[in-house]
């Protein structure tokens, strides 16, 4: 497997996926510097010339979330993904999706003053649904489907962790907790070197 990243990119959550797995992977670093997301060469795995990707044999994921969830089903026997047609299986996909379809619009056009003119036409609606939504959805304790920790709590917990690290919104007592225990994880600190620098870590 090849997984295409930068540090200072979403790809750290890839990043912290396959160290949360532990298995075998090629890192190839891509240059935002210099251009290489939008080579002919990178643009023909990501056409949006966007970070991460991985690559598995003909296989071509992009997308935080679809990498995870796919390395998530690759490696059943690590039990970062609850069973196939569950009730937590439906809990999980809620958190998979909202992440990159609701929580990440909505944040980054609130990072330039934006809201949608049009809120009930927008698939991620306004700012105080989707800040009462994260609140609803965020445990109290332990992980988004309780004791076990899967990749929900990878793409959710990293992506609330990312938004607070780059200020994007004030995290509430109960979300902030959960943040806590998502950059407790060894994995997560072995792939969030530069993030912990930034402040992004009590510890
Ligand atoms: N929806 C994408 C977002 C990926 C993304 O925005 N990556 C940024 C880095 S954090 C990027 O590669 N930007 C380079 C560009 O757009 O030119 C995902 O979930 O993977």
Redesign the pocket.
Known sequence: MKHYFNPM???VTTDWMLKELDVPHEQIIID?STGE??SPEYRKINP?????ALVDGETVV????AICAYLADKFPEKELAPEAGSTERATYYRYLFIA?NTV?PAFSLATFGIEHPQPSSAGWGDMSRVLATIETLTPNVGWALGKQFTAADVVFGGLLDFSMVFKLFEASPKVADYVERIRGRPAYRETHGAFINMGGSSE
């Open positions: 990119s979403r790809g935002f997301n939008n949006m010339g966007k970070l991460p992009t997308e935080v979330a990159g990440e």
